[in-house]
């Protein structure tokens, strides 16, 4: 586990760990929209890297990996521009977001080098469940890299138990069935399945998929360690996307950003 | 030479698994536990074969192609009729089998993907005989292509839901049923259509598919004494009809061609070819052979017969390729017309497009082979629903010669 990932799980709770897609709407936006979600609280940022076949994701991400991949962004330039972040001042951890397919065709031994080269933290592989993942995820530790494990509502809880005894870095507890996006309910058992989750883990415990208001993340108080949100930011980011690509607007749209984040973000806390 | 795959992990070597969201997990186990509960028990295997045979038609005749075999006089032509299934081809024995354990498992609903309509038609024909409400993934391009096969599932009583993601083609239909399937798993039954997906679907597809190849193992063997034919031929897109067949006589002494779509040639960047221009990658939960770029995207893959237009392949023919057990072969889009017009004037079948790759290697490999051998070829479907296409075709050759 890299010094960062530390830091981040003794931070005061909630924590706040936003997903953005790498090369949406440019690359260079995506380092300034890094820092602004730094800027306004987050404790963690996934980075997403598009893909053509994005299966657990809904219509949101799906359209920013579209762009994204129009803009020529692969798993490789995106851990590229990690470092273009922590130049500018970035210090939170960064976990990459990739689908299985692209990590294979790269290959774990240069994904490891370049992850060490520009200061990744963490790995997240939303199509690698628990019973494909065992290698790669030792393979992570070796490298100091948190592999960071998925469980849903319907994982039974011996799985459960499992999946939260090896979790590193996070535990992202889904909170409904279907695809990422924004929703307004929750799966039923969701209560006792994040009670299950947190009696079990060892690392933070996270919500996440479907979260977009302040209101939402406040009937979990108490049940978690904090939130994932996704597609609300990405939505975001896409309305802004035309002004965030044009240096006369950039300014005025990573503000307008900024204003969107100070009302969803649950706890204000900058960084320091 | 006897194999025992998939693993408990549902691995064909390196091949297949279960590379899915976590959230899919749960509804993979319940699957799992399912089938295995159906195959066991003895009402179940009854009722599927009493489905097979009075409401589809089987068995499907092995016929042989006397004028055919004279023609390039060689090896001994026979062909498996699975085009005289009901709705015309092998894709309603895996759509029965998966809606009776559907309605087994408790299910009501079924949702399917489909790319030319054929699982689609196939899906919402089992659907209505069994009772099940059906929605059927279309990518909005093949809704477009495909007008007359929309039409039909709509008349069997299923909603057509089209697919506006990727390049909204069968890949991401693909896509969109898992995705929904999730969202739905406790009254939803993904019926796939291929033998292709995470695990158990390729095993589960190839139960239901085996029945061509241990039937045509019978029916030959009861022609011959007892032997064996040399060779089996059949059409791999996912590869559903060509495990079928191959179930039969994967395990004994007999040769085994798969049969890809060749497209415009391998060259061009035109065709559906996996197998001879892929690298080992995950689609749809799987991993397997992919067409996708270098750093991982999949890519859009391009056949005259859309049936064949799959950028993936089943699992186990991926194992079946990498332990060498069978030859992938390609054939051009040119070549299966020619044979498909072949088949029509020396045994008057009109046979799928699909099927026409499978005639035009085993036409190939039959001229080299002594007048002492045999093949079948597995004839996965029949070519009604082509014949716009080669009504449009003609009229192109016929414009090109004025």
Known sequence: MTNRMKEFQTQKTPLFVPFITAGDPSPEATVDLALALQQEGASALELGIPYSDPLADGPVIQRASLRALKNGMSLEKAIQLVSIMREKGLTIPVIIFTYYNLLLQLGEQKFFELAAQHDIDGLLVPDMPFEESKELHEACQQHDLSFISLAAPTTSKERLGEISRTAQGFLYCISSLGVTGTRTSFAKDLNRFLENAKASSQVPVLVGFGLSSREQMQQFEGKCDGFIMGSAIVKKIEELGPELVNEETKEKAIAAFSDFLSKVVPVKKVYS | ?402
């Not at chain 2, 033998?195 to 045509?216: M, N, R, W």
């Not at chain 2, 859309?306 to 060498?324: I, N, R």
């Not at chain 2, 057990?325 to 070549?335: A, G, M, P």
């Not at chain 2, 597995?378 to 449009?392: A, I, M, P, Q």
């Open chain 2, 1 to 402: 030479m006897k194999t025992v795959y998939p693993d408990s992990k549902g691995r064909y070597g390196q091949f297949g698994g279960k590379f899915v969201p976590e959230t899919i997990m749960f509804a993979l186990e319940e699957l799992e536990r399912g089938f295995l509960e159906a195959i066991n028990d003895e009402d179940f295997k009854k009722d599927l074969e009493h489905e097979l045979t009075h409401y589809s038609g089987r068995p499907t005749p092995l016929t042989y192609a006397g004028k055919l075999t004279e023609r390039l006089g060689g090896a001994g032509i026979y062909l498996k009729r699975e085009d005289l299934n009901h709705t015309g081809a092998h894709k309603i024995n895996n759509a029965i089998g998966q809606a009776l354990l559907a309605k087994r498992m408790g299910k009501k609903k079924i949702i399917a993907e489909t790319g030319a309509g054929q699982h689609g038609v196939a899906a919402a024909t089992a659907a209505a005989r069994y009772g099940l409400e059906c929605k059927v993934y279309m990518g909005e391009e093949d809704i477009r292509r495909q007008e007359l096969n929309v039409f039909r599932m709509k008349l069997l009583g299923a909603e057509v839901i089209p697919v506006t993601s990727g390049t909204r083609t069968l890949k991401d239909a693909t896509n969109e049923a898992i995705r929904q399937w999730v969202s739905a798993v406790e009254d939803t039954f993904y019926l796939i259509g291929s033998a292709v997906g995470p695990h158990p679907y390729p095993k589960i597809v190839k139960e239901f598919q085996s029945v061509i190849g241990f039937e045509a193992k019978a029916q030959y063997k009861e022609m011959h004494g007892g032997k064996l034919p040399d060779k089996i031929v059949a059409c791999v897109g996912g590869g559903s009809n060509a495990i079928g067949i191959f179930a039969g006589f994967v395990n004994e002494d007999v040769k085994l061609v798969g049969v890809e779509a060749g497209g415009k040639g391998i060259l061009t960047g035109l065709h559906a070819a996996t197998m001879a221009n892929g690298r080992e990658g995950v689609i749809h939960g799987s991993l397997t052979y992919l067409l996708q770029s270098e750093e991982g995207q999949i890519q859009e893959p391009y056949s005259i017969s859309a049936g064949l237009d799959y950028p993936g392949v089943g699992p186990e023919h991926a194992y079946l390729k990498f332990t060498k057990r069978v030859d992938y072969q390609c054939i051009t889009d040119e070549e299966a017309l020619e044979a498909l017009n072949i088949l029509c004037l020396e045994e008057g079948i009109l046979c799928a497009l699909e099927s026409a790759h499978a005639v035009a290697q085993a036409i190939k490999e039959a001229r080299t082979m002594s007048p002492d051998e045999n093949m079948i070829i597995c004839l996965s479907g029949r070519g009604d629903k082509d014949v716009h296409t080669l009504f449009e075709q003609q009229k192109e050759e016929d414009s090109h010669d004025q």
